[in-house]
């Protein structure tokens, strides 16, 4: 077996004495791990670094086998390495696609969202908080969980959407919720596409679109979500 594709470090580990282990999300491979020999070298360090962005080869006997990489650098996302909350999206948009995402499953749409993600947190771009959260809604749809914000799910009305159904997923408007309002979650208007995103609404939509990965995680039996997300969430918090 032997492809080439491109994509993204997503982690890198040690495998035996000189060799490294990692994984990378790939435009036509999907989520994928394989060995790099002489990846432990100090050669090679940048170019595994997560969050790379990487031209590979994938050999292997064998179909089902863990298979072995020849890694070409193309993006280096060094821009990240010098601001901390950059760096702190770098690493949550890695782990949650680790976390997320099937082995060897192809996810076109969302590789091509991702890797303009990875481009402007790579350059510590401004605003980029606010394009995280837009890819985690995307994340959703790609799990089967995605929020319908388009109406309200009780009066039909496209006006003054503020809530989120916690078990539908659908929104819900200020009168449409009457009494039952503080058992819905809070809808940022910047996930309606209304006015600038402030610090306070990022981290507000993140617990949003936290509950509904949550519930992915619970139903398909996975482990608690990234302890890299809750770090980028918490570094968000301080910024407001």
Same mark, same amino acid.
């Given at each position: 077996?032997?492809?080439?594709?491109?994509?993204?470090?997503?982690?890198?580990?040690?495998?035996?004495?000189?060799?490294?282990?990692?994984?990378?999300?790939?435009?036509?491979?999907?989520?994928?791990?394989?060995?790099?020999?002489? %990846?432990?070298?100090?050669?090679?360090? !940048?170019?595994?670094? @997560? %969050?790379?962005?990487?031209?590979?080869?994938?050999?292997? /006997?064998?179909?089902?086998?863990?298979?072995?990489?020849?890694?070409?650098?193309?993006?280096?996302? !060094? %821009?990240?390495?010098?601001? /901390?909350? !950059?760096?702190?999206?770098?690493?949550?948009?890695?782990?949650?696609?680790?976390? !997320?995402?099937?082995?060897?499953?192809?996810?076109?749409?969302?590789?091509?969202?991702?890797?303009?993600?990875?481009?402007?947190?790579? &350059?510590?771009?401004?605003?980029? @908080?606010?394009?995280?959260?837009?890819?985690?809604?995307?994340?959703?749809?790609?799990?089967?969980?995605?929020?319908?914000?388009?109406?309200?799910?009780?009066?039909?009305?496209?006006?003054?959407?503020?809530?989120?159904?916690?078990?539908?997923?659908?929104?819900?408007?200020?009168? %449409?919720?009457? &009494?039952?309002?503080?058992?819905?979650? @809070?809808? @940022?208007?910047?996930?309606?596409?209304?006015?600038?995103?402030?610090?306070?609404?990022?981290?507000?939509?993140?617990?949003?679109?936290?509950?509904?990965?949550?519930?992915?995680?619970?139903?398909?039996?996975?482990?608690?979500?990234?302890?890299?997300?809750?770090?980028?969430?918490?570094?968000?918090?301080?910024?407001?």
């Amino acid at each position: 077996m032997d492809w080439q594709d491109h994509g993204t470090i997503l982690s890198t580990r040690p495998q035996g004495e000189t060799s490294a282990l990692i994984e990378v999300f790939t435009a036509g491979h999907g989520r994928h791990a394989g060995v790099v020999r002489g %990846g432990a070298s100090r050669k090679m360090a !940048a170019t595994l670094q @997560p %969050g790379s962005s990487v031209a590979l080869r994938w050999r292997a /006997r064998l179909e089902d086998q863990l298979g072995t990489f020849t890694v070409e650098p193309l993006a280096s996302r !060094a %821009g990240a390495m010098r601001d /901390r909350l !950059a760096l702190a999206g770098l690493s949550a948009t890695c782990a949650m696609l680790a976390f !997320a995402l099937p082995e060897r499953a192809p996810h076109p749409a969302l590789f091509a969202a991702t890797e303009p993600l990875f481009a402007v947190i790579g &350059d510590a771009m401004p605003g980029w @908080p606010l394009d995280y959260l837009r890819w985690e809604m995307q994340l959703l749809d790609e799990l089967g969980y995605g929020l319908d914000l388009g109406r309200c799910a009780v009066t039909g009305s496209r006006e003054d959407l503020a809530f989120v159904s916690p078990r539908s997923g659908r929104a819900v408007s200020r009168a %449409g919720a009457g &009494d039952w309002a503080p058992r819905l979650l @809070p809808l @940022p208007a910047c996930l309606l596409g209304q006015g600038p995103a402030s610090w306070v609404e990022v981290t507000e939509g993140l617990r949003l679109t936290g509950h509904f990965l949550d519930r992915f995680a619970a139903e398909h039996g996975s482990r608690a979500l990234p302890a890299a997300r809750a770090r980028l969430i918490a570094a968000l918090a301080r910024q407001g």
